[in-house]
């Protein structure tokens, strides 16, 4: 297949799925390998297309949240992770992404998208096997969640429990 045309069936794809897809999931599906599928979502991206690559596959951005918008500063160990994350999507949040300032680089990103105990259970599962840190490492445990949530009680719920284990920064 032609990579212009693979690059727009990926975007097919992507728009229709409701669910990230994966990079090994879609290079067997057009008959590529993973890093070709990695090089396309590259260059939809620098074409203007919003992809996000999360721990459970790409997916692109919905149009209008469900909910509001928040940004929470939490500090934890990495032992905390999972029991911070839990209670974000325990409340019925959706953990869009964590941010860090990084003294050299500035703000890194990285996209998450979870929205259940088994995508948190997955995500910790995937850190750990790799041997990989988490980005928050680089600041002693301090970071910024964006996060999705249905009203301001449930964001203040989130919140009030985050304080009370000692995660959220005020």
Same mark, same amino acid.
């Given at each position: 297949?032609?990579?212009?045309?693979?690059?727009?069936?990926?975007?097919?794809?992507?728009?229709?799925?409701?669910?990230?897809?994966? #990079?090994?999931?879609? !290079?067997?599906?057009?008959?590529? *390998? =993973? /890093?070709?599928?990695?090089?396309?979502?590259?260059? &939809?991206? $620098?074409?203007?297309?919003?992809?996000?690559?999360?721990?459970?596959?790409?997916?692109?951005?919905?149009?209008?949240?469900?909910?509001?918008?928040?940004?929470?500063?939490?500090?934890?160990?990495?032992?905390?992770?999972?029991?911070?994350?839990?209670?974000?999507?325990?409340?019925?949040?959706?953990?869009?992404?964590?941010?860090?300032?990084?003294?050299?680089? #500035?703000?890194?990103? !990285?996209?998450?998208?979870?929205? *259940? =105990? /088994?995508?948190?259970?997955?995500?910790?599962?995937? &850190?750990? $096997?790799?041997?990989?840190?988490?980005?928050?490492?680089?600041?002693?445990?301090?970071?910024?969640?964006?996060?999705?949530?249905?009203?301001?009680?449930i964001l203040q719920k989130i919140q009030a429990?985050?304080?009370?284990?000692?995660?959220?920064?005020?």
């Amino acid at each position: 297949m032609e990579a212009k045309k693979r690059r727009e069936r990926l975007l097919e794809r992507l728009q229709q799925s409701d669910e990230p897809l994966k #990079g090994t999931v879609l !290079a067997k599906e057009l008959g590529v *390998s =993973r /890093q070709i599928i990695v090089g396309d979502m590259a260059i &939809l991206r $620098a074409a203007g297309t919003h992809v996000y690559a999360t721990p459970n596959g790409y997916v692109l951005p919905r149009p209008k949240p469900q909910g509001m918008i928040a940004t929470l500063a939490c500090r934890h160990t990495t032992g905390k992770m999972g029991e911070e994350l839990e209670i974000m999507v325990d409340y019925g949040a959706k953990v869009l992404n964590v941010i860090v300032e990084h003294p050299v680089y #500035g703000e890194i990103r !990285a996209n998450l998208m979870l929205a *259940s =105990r /088994q995508d948190v259970a997955d995500f910790v599962e995937k &850190l750990e $096997a790799s041997g990989a840190e988490p980005i928050s490492i680089v600041t002693g445990g301090v970071h910024l969640h964006t996060i999705e949530v249905p009203t301001g009680e449930i964001l203040q719920k989130i919140q009030a429990k985050l304080h009370e284990k000692g995660i959220l920064l005020d």
